[in-house]
């Protein structure tokens, strides 16, 4: 059986260190990009962190099985501490707001750990730090359960960041998101559901890979737009009140990108889905790990449904 409580006692410290290495190669005189495609690179950061997180929790749960983005090993040792079970006590995660109890603890068997480990890898070659993040989501039968995105950088003015860790994590059962800005804290704080301004709908959406007709699209909605890198940058923005709606028109998204927001989206009463409504599912046996429906989802459940009669064959 895998403890909730455990799971984000090893998680947030899994987080915090790949935000480490995540700095430490930014700072290096090479960070050893490579193309897997067109606008897509990879960076020994990238692999460095994925296979500090995989060895990790295989140490605790040998048994869980994991999807990361990078099919690459990082060979040598890798210099921080092992992890360990015991940072949070049960209480905190086991009570809705409302004061009721959730389950705990889940079979191993039937869990799925997706790990992105640099979101944001375009961003991050191109110098755009504070659209960086690493999402480490925990599917529960096929569907987001658990979601820990953290955000190494913050930026303090333009060309400037401050490397400056916060990771958000949650499980939607429990319908609270928390936050941490160290691996020490045994309370985390609470990250508060912002509302919206109907009048005002802002849309949050990408500022690369998307062509002009995809975007006339977006426009076309009819509200303001934030365009940024990454999928754990949008999901923050929208987390933190700074937008309503997470809308991508493309299917090159896949799951490692989406199953923590999913989770976060779900503890605030909102929901990840396809332009259509299409539910995704979070499956380990799939040949592709792709999302084929684009994306709409929000915090806020009733702006989903608003929007979705505007989505519908938008893709």
């Known amino acids: ?51 500090y997180i995989i060895q990790q929790l295989h140490k605790h749960w040998p048994q869980l099985k994991i999807v990361g983005e990078e099919s690459t090993v990082f060979e040598q040792p890798i210099d921080l501490p092992d992890t360990h ?51 480490i989501g925990l599917s529960y039968k096929q569907q987001a359960l658990i979601g820990i995105i953290s955000q190494p950088f913050v930026k303090i003015s333009d060309n400037q960041y401050e490397f400056k860790p916060k990771i958000y994590f949650g499980h939607h059962p429990q319908k609270r998101i928390f936050y941490t800005y160290d691996t020490q804290s045994q309370i985390p704080f609470e990250l508060i559901k912002s509302s919206y301004d109907p009048s005002n709908i802002i849309l949050c959406t990408q500022n690369k890979r998307i062509t002009e007709d995809k975007l006339q699209k977006i426009k076309s909605l009819g509200c303001p737009l934030l365009q940024m890198g990454g999928s754990g940058k949008k999901s923050l923005t929208l987390l933190e009140g700074k937008g309503d709606l997470f809308i991508y028109l493309g299917v090159k998204m896949s799951k490692w990108d989406i199953c923590a927001p999913d989770a976060l989206f779900q503890a605030f009463g909102g929901r990840f889905v396809g332009l259509e409504g299409q539910i995704y599912n979070y499956n380990p046996e799939d040949k592709t790990f792709d999302n084929p429906y684009g994306l709409l989802a929000s915090t806020h459940n009733e702006l989903v449904d608003k929007f979705l009669p505007k989505t519908t064959g938008m893709l």
């Open 1 to 51: 059986m895998l403890k909730i409580h455990e799971f984000f006692s090893v998680a947030t410290q899994l987080a915090y260190n790949a935000a480490i290495i995540i700095n430490q190669i930014r700072l290096s005189p090479d960070i050893g990009q490579k193309q897997k495609g067109i606008d897509d690179p990879v960076t020994i950061a990238d692999i460095k962190a994925q296979t």
């Open 85 to 135: 079970c015991n940072l949070y006590t049960e209480d905190i995660f086991n009570k809705t707001p409302n004061n009721l109890k959730v389950k705990s603890q889940y079979e191993i068997e039937d869990l799925c750990v997706w790990v992105d480990p640099l979101d944001g890898t375009l961003d991050f070659v191109l110098g755009s730090y504070d659209c960086v993040t690493t999402l």
